[in-house]
C-alpha cells in the first residue's frame, strides 16, 4: 500500500505488470471520493482479469482431481 515512487526501479518496474497494482490505485482513488477515474477503471479491469484468470485456473484444477 506504500506508493511505489519511493521503492527501486526493479520494484517500480514489476509493479507495472502485477494487477495487484492496478486494483490498489483504484482503491486509493475510491477512498478519496474519485468515482469516475480512469484509474478505477484501469482497477475494475484488472480485478475481472485476475478473476476470470484465477476461476479458469480453478476449474481446470478441478477438472483434473476429478
Known amino acids: 500500500m506504500l506508493p511505489l515512487e519511493a521503492g527501486p526501479?526493479?520494484?517500480?518496474?514489476?509493479?507495472?505488470?502485477n494487477p495487484l497494482t492496478y486494483i490498489v490505485d483504484a482503491e486509493r482513488?475510491?477512498?478519496?471520493?474519485?468515482?469516475?477515474?480512469?484509474?478505477?477503471?484501469?482497477?475494475?479491469?484488472?480485478?475481472?482479469?485476475?478473476?476470470?484468470?484465477?476461476?479458469?485456473?480453478g476449474i481446470r484444477t478441478v477438472k483434473k482431481v476429478i
Open 9 to 17: 526501479e526493479w520494484m517500480q518496474t514489476a509493479a507495472k505488470v
Open 29 to 57: 482513488a475510491l477512498f478519496t471520493g474519485t468515482l469516475w477515474d480512469s484509474t478505477v477503471a484501469w482497477g475494475l479491469v484488472a480485478a475481472l482479469a485476475t478473476c476470470a484468470v484465477g476461476l479458469r485456473v
